[in-house]
């Protein structure tokens, strides 16, 4: 494929130029970042599956009636995405406690949340994304209120129908972070639709009978076999025929 104008470099991602305006081509590299990039590795096939997984949620998702950036994929590492204006806040949905939420709040984890709670983190490393309430998001005009309203509804169809598809699998849901942008109609019409990826660098799965955990937080925590449980999740969900058999527990000794 002929190579394309890069337009942006993220940490999981490069954005290129795509065939028509308003589209871009996502790669999905093999890059693994934690803490805000200062831990940093190559998982070797991890883009190849998020791209995978990635592709497979926000298909159903659009088919759903959930706007997503999403088009189509176009081989293992790219996909077709619509060109977004992205609004620089980090939408996390949790259903159980885990991970920030348990250190802030002094909880435990794995205990189920008393509702499913949607918060907001403002996009910038630098500043270790901070957390950020409606007040912050509309004086520094990130977001209207509005936007918030429609993000914080979005995400709770995405949590209710994503859970629901990973239930299926044995996984449960923990939490996970989504990001929106805005695409305008022909007559400037302003839409808000979901953007980035939902993947295991995105949300923690675990498995719903033993409680371990099939996410980047097998990275973040040093806990081995990373890309191989990123397959088990490809893998439960249909969308591989095999992951390589591995016992996680393995990784623990
Ligand atoms: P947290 O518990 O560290 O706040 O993370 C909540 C969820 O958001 C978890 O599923 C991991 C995901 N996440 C990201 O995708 N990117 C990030 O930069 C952070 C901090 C969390």
């Known amino acids: 494929m002929s190579r394309r104008k890069k337009l942006y470099e993220g940490k999981a991602k490069i954005l290129y130029e795509g065939p028509e305006p ?19 590795a190559v998982l070797e096939g991890k883009g190849v599956l ?22 189509k994929r176009l081989n293992m590492r790219e996909q077709l995405v619509r060109e977004a204006e992205i609004i620089p806040l980090e939408v996390v949905v949790r259903n159980v406690a885990a991970g920030s939420i348990v250190k802030r709040f002094g909880l435990t984890e794995g205990d189920a949340l008393p509702r499913s709670i949607v918060e907001f983190y403002y996009k910038n490393d630098a500043l270790q994304d901070p957390l950020v309430g409606e007040e912050h998001i509309t004086a520094f005009n990130w977001a209207t209120t ?7 509804a979005l995400a709770l169809r995405v949590n209710d129908f994503v859970s629901g598809l990973f239930a299926a699998a044995n996984i449960r849901l923990v939490d996970f972070k989504l990001e929106f942008g805005r695409i305008y109609d022909q007559n400037e019409m302003m839409r808000i639709i979901l953007a980035d990826e939902i993947s295991p660098d995105s949300c923690r799965l675990w498995d719903m009978e033993s409680n371990e955990k099939m996410d980047k937080d097998r990275f973040r925590s040093d806990l081995g076999h990373v890309t191989e449980a990123y397959a088990e999740v490809a893998r439960r969900l249909g969308i591989i025929k095999e992951a390589a058999v591995v016992n996680l527990d393995e990784a623990k000794s």
Do not use: C, W
């Open 22 to 40: 308003g589209t871009l081509v996502a790669y999905f590299k093999d890059d693994a970042t934690a803490f805000n990039a200062q831990k940093k």
């Open 50 to 71: 998020n791209n995978r997984i990635s592709e497979y949620i926000m298909a159903h998702l659009n088919r759903m009636g959930v706007p997503t950036h999403f088009i």
């Open 146 to 152: 509005q936007d918030i309203d429609d993000m914080i």
